[in-house]
């Protein structure tokens, strides 16, 4: 098909630009999307009816196409709403209430239920924001740490595990004929998501060390240890957050634990059974690079559900209609993700299939001179930044995946897997600072704290991550020719390092400061 040449930009720009100035996300991409088949129709002299007729035939067959993914999506829903209202939550927060005495102690705790939560980053800053709250108030731990904690394990987690929404939604960003497969690319970007990794380190870091607050952080804490709390303000926190509570009911800890345990277990092995490890003699990463990522998991989340039933029936933790009430519940906490990812497919799918715009920017690239081992670096702050403005991790993939898969595979062939790293790092990184994101706002809603203060406290510590993160990645995208494994080593290392540096040094200068100006 003929390229579209400058004007097959249009479209991306045009997304940009609205979701940077409206911050509405959904209303930018529909008219990206809707420029996109204009100008397709334009070229194919399909008329002004045709921009309509494209525009739909094109998202029936992307919603054909990636039916599964909404299906895994649902089914997540409902088991997360399922979980909720058999009380396995409050079981545990008093479980933890009950053990844990040290400061120490309590923020580990935090950070590993944070981890046992990582399939779902909307279940998991509510429910461990309303297990952990009275805890970590009784060690007298700020409600800013607790927010930050939450949304520090949340989304950096979701987005390096093969297990979860996050990665269901990366992997059909992948076209089915392309050079590399979209599970096998996302499981050998994980090391170098440099984002992820580092703040995954930074949270144990801080709940571990003594006296390595800084920033507004260290002024919340000093609050809190004279038992002053940030509160949460506004209805639509509170709202969310009785809203949540009103779920509970009397459970244990393991209407919890063994819900959640079956569906990982039941994800890992239909993945294993659809790639052909079973009677197909593929190995372990070659059946998880074979399968059909989105019908796998979601084939588990049903036999989950299925499991849960017949579980909580057993148990008597829920009746059967409360069981089937949860189906609706759940569905609707989903709706807002599944109609971001319609249109992110959409507008992916103009772009790539109608108009050729990774080709068209991939030439660009390529006539520029521009080195291409700052495109690692480059790609992470564009990432960061429409992210941050827009207040989605997701659309940001939906926008920028396909043009970066192209360019990649045009200008850079050896780059791909450091750019989809570094696409999917800035993507989080933006996320997890923006005051507008989901995660944000719920991490602060399940904390209860004020939400402005969870931001401003959040910053600085998301920034000292992002500084080494541009490091990293300038390292791998010089460091490549050696190969993909000793660069990620090189840059992961490397990075590791000076976070851990700038954590001894920053604690120490911002207390002088302090002392600086009390004097």
Same mark, same amino acid.
């Given at each position: 098909?003929?390229?579209?040449?400058?004007?097959?930009?249009?479209?991306?720009?045009?997304?940009?630009?609205?979701?940077?100035?409206?911050?509405?996300?959904?209303?930018?991409?529909?008219?990206?999307?809707?420029?996109?088949?204009?100008?397709?129709?334009?070229?194919?002299?399909?008329?002004?009816?045709?921009?309509?007729?494209?525009?739909?035939?094109?998202?029936?067959?992307?919603?054909?196409?990636?039916?599964?993914?909404?299906?895994?999506?649902?089914?997540?829903?409902?088991?997360?709403?399922?979980?909720?209202?058999?009380?396995?939550?409050?079981?545990?927060?008093?479980?933890?209430?009950?053990?844990?005495?040290?400061?120490?102690?309590?923020?580990?705790?935090?950070?590993?239920?944070?981890?046992?939560?990582?399939?779902?980053?909307?279940?998991?800053?509510?429910?461990?924001?309303?297990?952990? +709250?009275?805890?970590?108030?009784?060690?007298?731990?700020?409600?800013?740490?607790?927010?930050?904690?939450?949304?520090?394990?949340?989304?950096?987690?979701?987005?390096?595990?093969?297990?979860?929404?996050?990665?269901?939604?990366?992997?059909?960003?992948?076209?089915?004929?392309?050079?590399?497969?979209?599970?096998?690319?996302?499981?050998?970007?994980?090391?170098?998501?440099?984002?992820?990794?580092?703040?995954?380190?930074?949270?144990?870091?801080?709940?571990?060390?003594?006296?390595?607050?800084?920033?507004?952080?260290? /002024?919340?804490?000093?609050?809190?240890? +004279?038992?002053?709390? *940030?509160?949460?303000?506004?209805?639509?926190?509170?709202?969310?957050?009785?809203?949540?509570?009103?779920?509970?009911?009397? =459970? +244990?800890?393991?209407?919890?634990?063994?819900?959640?345990?079956?569906?990982?277990?039941?994800?890992?092995?239909?993945?294993?059974?659809? =790639?052909?490890?079973?009677?197909?003699?593929?190995?372990? &990463?070659?059946?998880?690079?074979?399968?059909?990522?989105?019908?796998?998991?979601?084939?588990?989340?049903?036999?989950?559900?299925?499991?849960?039933?017949?579980?909580?029936?057993?148990? +008597?933790?829920?009746?059967?209609?409360?069981?089937?009430?949860?189906?609706?519940?759940?569905?609707?906490?989903?709706?807002?993700?599944?109609?971001?990812?319609?249109?992110?497919?959409?507008?992916?799918?103009?772009?790539?299939?109608?108009?050729?715009?990774?080709?068209?920017?991939?030439?660009?690239?390529?006539?520029?001179?521009?080195?291409?081992?700052?495109?690692?670096?480059?790609? &992470?702050?564009?990432?960061?930044?429409?992210?941050?403005?827009?207040?989605?991790?997701?659309?940001?993939?939906?926008?920028?995946?396909?043009?970066?898969?192209?360019?990649?595979?045009?200008?850079?062939?050896?780059?791909?897997?450091?750019?989809?790293?570094?696409?999917?790092?800035?993507?989080?990184?933006?996320?997890?600072?923006?005051?507008?994101?989901?995660?944000?706002?719920? *991490?602060?809603?399940?904390?209860?704290?004020?939400?402005? /203060?969870?931001?401003?406290?959040?910053?600085?510590?998301?920034?000292?991550?992002?500084?080494?993160?541009?490091?990293?990645?300038?390292?791998?995208?010089?460091?490549?020719?050696?190969?993909?494994?000793?660069?990620?080593?090189?840059?992961?290392?490397?990075?590791?390092?000076?976070?851990?540096?700038?954590?001894?040094?920053?604690?120490?200068?911002?207390?002088?400061?302090?002392?600086?100006?009390?004097?």
């Amino acid at each position: 098909m003929d390229t579209a040449g400058i004007f097959s930009i249009i479209p991306p720009v045009i997304a940009i630009v609205l979701a940077l100035t409206t911050k509405e996300v959904v209303f930018s991409l529909i008219v990206g999307i809707l420029s996109g088949s204009v100008i397709y129709a334009i070229m194919m002299n399909l008329g002004f009816v045709g921009v309509f007729t494209t525009t739909m035939q094109l998202m029936a067959d992307k919603l054909s196409d990636n039916g599964a993914m909404i299906l895994f999506l649902c089914f997540l829903g409902i088991l997360v709403m399922l979980i909720t209202k058999a009380g396995g939550a409050k079981a545990y927060g008093d479980w933890a209430s009950s053990k844990l005495k040290s400061r120490r102690s309590t923020l580990l705790a935090t950070a590993l239920l944070g981890i046992f939560f990582c399939f779902d980053d909307y279940f998991h800053c509510l429910a461990v924001g309303t297990i952990m +709250r009275p805890v970590t108030d009784r060690a007298k731990i700020s409600r800013e740490k607790l927010a930050y904690q939450i949304d520090a394990i949340g989304a950096p987690l979701c987005i390096i595990m093969p297990i979860s929404s996050w990665a269901a939604s990366v992997i059909s960003y992948f076209p089915e004929d392309g050079s590399v497969s979209g599970m096998a690319a996302f499981i050998r970007a994980i090391p170098l998501n440099l984002y992820a990794m580092l703040t995954i380190f930074m949270v144990f870091y801080l709940s571990i060390r003594k006296n390595s607050e800084y920033g507004p952080m260290l /002024k919340a804490e000093k609050l809190a240890q +004279r038992g002053i709390f *940030s509160t949460a303000s506004g209805s639509e926190a509170e709202d969310e957050m009785k809203q949540f509570e009103k779920e509970k009911s009397n =459970g +244990r800890v393991c209407d919890l634990i063994i819900p959640i345990a079956v569906l990982l277990v039941l994800c890992f092995t239909c993945m294993l059974y659809m =790639g052909g490890f079973f009677g197909g003699g593929l190995s372990v &990463f070659e059946a998880l690079g074979n399968c059909d990522t989105t019908a796998s998991l979601a084939l588990a989340a049903f036999c989950a559900l299925v499991f849960t039933f017949i579980y909580f029936l057993a148990r +008597r933790v829920l009746n059967f209609k409360e069981f089937f009430g949860c189906i609706n519940q759940g569905v609707n906490t989903m709706v807002p993700a599944c109609v971001i990812l319609t249109l992110a497919w959409t507008i992916a799918g103009i772009c790539r299939d109608y108009l050729n715009t990774g080709e068209y920017v991939a030439g660009l690239v390529q006539n520029s001179g521009m080195p291409v081992q700052l495109l690692a670096p480059m790609i &992470f702050i564009i990432a960061c930044f429409l992210s941050f403005a827009t207040g989605t991790a997701w659309g940001t993939f939906g926008i920028l995946i396909p043009i970066i898969l192209s360019i990649c595979e045009i200008a850079a062939p050896d780059l791909i897997i450091t750019c989809l790293s570094a696409t999917l790092a800035g993507s989080v990184f933006g996320d997890h600072c923006s005051p507008i994101s989901d995660t944000t706002i719920l *991490s602060s809603t399940g904390s209860q704290c004020n939400h402005l /203060k969870h931001v401003g406290t959040q910053i600085p510590y998301a920034m000292t991550v992002g500084v080494c993160c541009v490091v990293g990645y300038i390292i791998a995208g010089f460091t490549n020719g050696l190969g993909q494994a000793q660069s990620t080593g090189i840059s992961l290392v490397v990075s590791l390092i000076l976070l851990f540096c700038v954590l001894q040094i920053l604690p120490r200068v911002w207390k002088g400061k302090e002392k600086e100006s009390e004097s």
